[in-house]
């Protein structure tokens, strides 16, 4: 009576269930969410160069963050509701799914490619290499999963980096502009930024390597050799952003208030 009771609960918790999304909807998603940044990067082109831009940022540096901006608005916004309205995902990340937390993988795969796309035409991909290894290798595995309809629950968690890309772009977005970096925004974005690094980012990205012991079993082998090629280097590209970041917002700070109190003194 017991593993009966177990099997039912194994099959509730897998969303609505793999018939429940088609395949060619996510392609047409990603199409979609392509398009959707081009038309973005052409309304912005249009505006041109906002006057409280610093003198010597690029306006495709500051165009190209924005765009980011945007797309972790829309996407984190979309990842928080998907864990709101259904916690059950977490249960069982590989079968758990339905149609809005599957179309949210291409809808931020269709911006990836974009972003490629853009890097390559404005010769950034030498420049900007790790966010191209980074866009490849989530792309690679991201594909293969919403193609195979699995571990979808899993990149909606992975995805909920996106609520850390907000503060993430937008503290850039700052430094670009003229804000003062002592002032309250600015300190306030920074701070946000460090805190959704390590509960938004860091974290959900330590469950998914937690997740290649617990569900290694349940999926391919060539499936699983490809998350582990990905995920570890992902994961150390992301502690590396961190480390300069906090060097950038909180020990050079530190540092600077240290020498003004012993000029005090």
């Known amino acids: 009576m017991e593993k009966v009771k177990e099997h039912t609960v194994h099959i509730i918790n897998q969303g609505d269930g793999m018939d429940s999304v088609q395949v060619w909807q996510a392609y047409a998603m990603c199409a979609i969410s392509i398009m959707l940044m081009l038309a ?3 309304v912005v082109t249009k505006f041109g160069k906002p006057e409280t831009l610093k003198d010597g940022v690029s306006f495709w540096k500051w165009r190209n963050i924005l765009i980011s901006w945007i797309h972790a608005v829309i996407v984190g916004t979309w990842d928080f509701m998907c864990l709101w309205w259904y916690p059950d995902l977490f249960q069982d990340p590989v079968f758990y799914i339905n149609n809005v937390m599957y179309l949210m993988v291409p809808f931020s795969i269709g911006y990836f ?4 796309y853009d ?3 404005n010769e950034q991909q030498l420049i900007d290499w790790e966010i191209v290894l980074h866009h490849v290798l989530l792309s690679t595995v991201m594909i293969y999963s919403w193609t195979n309809k699995l571990c979808i629950a899993y990149s909606v968690i992975l995805l909920t980096s996106e609520i850390n890309s907000i503060f993430l772009h937008l503290r850039k977005l700052l430094q670009f ?3 003062n970096f002592n002032s309250w925004l600015y300190q306030l974005v920074a701070m946000l930024n460090l805190f959704t690094f390590i509960t938004c980012r860091l974290f959900p990205q330590s469950r998914l390597m937690f997740g290649f012991y617990t569900d290694g079993h349940r999926i391919s082998k060539s499936y699983f050799i490809l998350l582990l090629l990905t995920y570890p280097i992902g994961f150390v590209i992301n502690i590396v952003l961190f480390w300069r ?5 909180v020990l050079r700070r530190l540092k600077g208030n240290g020498k003004l109190r012993n000029k005090m003194e």
């Open 177 to 179: 502009t003229k804000v």
């Open 40 to 42: 973005i990067r052409s």
């Open 119 to 121: 890097m390559m035409t």
């Open 113 to 116: 490619l974009y972003d490629l």
């Open 245 to 249: 970041i906090l060097k950038s917002d």
